[in-house]
């Protein structure tokens, strides 16, 4: 099917796909980042970017590599896709996917990387910083008006946690604008 072409407008088919091929890779096929990236890209396509799962693939991937900033990337993306959408009882998959990445991944991520000198750097970056509140905002944005709430004492618990595993340098490189908007400060601003 994917050599066919039949599934170039199934963002889920090629994650699906992309998971099969890092289990067990098939030679001369397409890695399984590149059907990750294949399938954010049909969602952003055919779907005005409004799949969240192909982020969660790709996020998760860079997880199990070890590649902590690419998944932290990755994550944000997937809170801006569903900050598109309002939270309903019915979202009960994605609010697990999103629970056990707020409220275990990413503090297990920020646990290891406060233990170990090469990891510490990840702690002193204002982007990866960015990207933490930019995942924390969707998540919120997701509820905001919404009739069920997302958000419980559990997840602020592991925000603060998180975010304040990070050294003061990388908090205080993310500014806010008068618009509301984070960027990082640059070298230029100084």
């Given at each position: 099917?994917?050599?066919?072409?039949?599934?170039?407008?199934?963002?889920?088919?090629?994650?699906?796909?992309?998971?099969?091929?890092?289990?067990?890779?098939?030679?001369g096929r397409p890695s399984c980042v590149?059907?990750?990236?294949?399938?954010?890209?049909?969602?952003?396509?055919?779907?005005?970017?409004?799949?969240?799962?192909?982020?969660?693939?790709?996020?998760?991937?860079?997880?199990?590599?070890?590649?902590?900033?690419?998944?932290?990337?990755?994550?944000?993306?997937?809170?801006?896709?569903?900050?598109?959408?309002?939270?309903?009882?019915?979202?009960?998959?994605?609010?697990?996917?999103?629970?056990?990445?707020?409220?275990?991944?990413?503090?297990?991520?920020?646990?290891?990387?406060?233990?170990?000198?090469?990891?510490?750097?990840?702690?002193?970056?204002?982007?990866?910083?960015?990207?933490?509140?930019?995942?924390?905002?969707?998540?919120?944005?997701?509820?905001?008006?919404s009739k069920t709430p997302v958000l419980?004492?559990?997840?602020?618990?592991?925000?603060?946690?998180?975010?304040?595993?990070?050294?003061?340098?990388?908090?205080?490189?993310?500014?806010?604008?008068?618009?509301?908007?984070?960027?990082?400060?640059?070298?230029?601003?100084?």
């Amino acid at each position: 099917l994917f050599d066919l072409g039949h599934l170039d407008k199934y963002p889920m088919a090629l994650g699906s796909l992309g998971d099969l091929e890092e289990i067990c890779p098939t030679p001369g096929r397409p890695s399984c980042v590149a059907l990750f990236r294949s399938a954010i890209e049909s969602g952003m396509r055919f779907y005005g970017n409004m799949h969240v799962y192909p982020y969660t693939y790709l996020g998760g991937y860079f997880y199990r590599k070890g590649l902590y900033r690419e998944a932290i990337y990755s994550w944000a993306q997937a809170a801006q896709v569903i900050s598109k959408y309002n939270y309903s009882r019915e979202d009960e998959e994605i609010y697990k996917e999103f629970l056990e990445v707020a409220n275990e991944i990413i503090p297990y991520i920020v646990k290891v990387c406060s233990e170990h000198s090469v990891g510490r750097t990840l702690l002193r970056d204002p982007g990866v910083y960015k990207l933490l509140l930019q995942f924390y905002d969707g998540i919120c944005q997701w509820e905001e008006g919404s009739k069920t709430p997302v958000l419980h004492i559990t997840w602020a618990k592991h925000l603060v946690f998180s975010l304040n595993k990070f050294d003061s340098c990388a908090r205080e490189g993310v500014v806010v604008d008068a618009e509301g908007e984070e960027s990082e400060d640059s070298e230029e601003e100084s």
